[in-house]
């Protein structure tokens, strides 16, 4: 599982540093903290088109089943499917790839979503060549916990 892992944040760091990486600002959430940029992150069990991350933060956006994007606090490797867990939940839309600008809802089983729902848009790509590395966030530490 590790060395999984170190595949994948090898994989994402190259993807970042090509310049075809894909940010998403999430704004006008009912819930505050989900309001914010997304880049890149990795999730250890999850198979699937790009997950992105609120840097710093527990809150993932990420595609389930091939018929939601969803918005969630994930604190464990296995809350991905949980309902209960996900904050905000929208159709996949075209391109199926990335998650939808609108249509955002709080789901039926959520405990912690708020609404409105957000707004997810696509941040213009970075200027200027790749950024430079930074260290693990306490959430990437976290998650490689879970990994091994």
């Known amino acids: 599982r590790q060395e999984h892992l170190e595949a994948m944040q090898r994989l994402a760091s190259a993807v970042q540093d090509s310049g075809r990486t894909r940010h998403f600002e999430v704004c006008n959430a009912g819930i505050a903290e989900v309001n914010g940029t997304y880049t890149p992150g990795i999730l250890p069990t999850y198979v699937g088109p790009t997950v992105y991350r609120k840097p710093n933060t527990f809150l993932f956006i990420y595609r389930w089943?091939?018929?939601h994007w969803i918005i969630a606090e994930l604190r464990g490797p296995f809350s991905m499917g949980s309902e209960r867990e996900w904050l905000y939940r929208a159709p996949v839309d075209?391109?199926?790839?990335?998650?939808?600008?609108?249509?955002w809802e709080v789901p039926p089983n959520s405990r912690s979503g708020r609404l409105p729902g957000p707004e997810?848009?696509?941040l213009p790509?970075?200027?200027g060549g790749p950024?430079?590395?930074?260290p693990p966030s306490q959430s990437e530490r976290h998650w490689a916990a879970f990994a091994q």
């Open 125 to 127: 790509r970075p200027v």
């Open 120 to 122: 997810v848009r696509l």
């Open 131 to 134: 950024r430079p590395a930074l």
């Open 94 to 103: 075209y391109p199926q790839d990335v998650p939808p600008m609108n249509g």
């Open 65 to 67: 089943q091939q018929t």
